[in-house]
């Protein structure tokens, strides 16, 4: 999955400038992943730990591109398309971290 997530979470860089939503997108979708960074280092490995990242950054990320298209305003084309991809693939990987969110809180610790 991280083959997926890491790309898709970093391209909203490259439209940084062309839309003024573009700033936004990319700072809740990059912010997911590098607040994982110390966690890895902590867990020293992939642990359910890293569903919060996701939760508290792409979650509002996946309800501004569900819910408000006037934020979104004037936006066409290539960058149209890669948001309708960004909030297909991070709701997926959403419904995810709940499961291991839930899982982490209940005790479930192990590292993979």
Do not use: C, Q
């Not at 391209?11 to 940084?16: D, E, G, K, Y």
């Not at 149209?80 to 809180?105: C, G, H, P, Q, Y």
Request: hydrophobic residues 60%; aromatic residues 12%.
């Amino acid at each position: 999955m991280s083959a997926l997530l890491v790309p898709i979470n970093l391209a909203p860089l490259l439209f940084i400038g062309a839309y003024p939503s573009a700033k936004w997108i990319a700072l809740l979708s990059v912010m997911g992943m590098l607040a994982n960074v110390p966690i890895l280092i902590i867990e020293r490995g992939f642990s359910a730990a890293l569903s919060f990242a996701h939760l508290i950054f792409w979650l509002p990320l996946v309800s501004i591109l569900f819910t408000r298209p006037p934020f979104l305003g004037g936006v066409t084309g290539v960058y149209e398309n890669f948001l309708v991809a960004l909030l297909i693939v991070n709701t997926i990987s959403l419904v995810f971290d709940i499961r291991e969110a839930i899982k982490w809180l209940r005790g479930g610790r192990d590292i993979a």
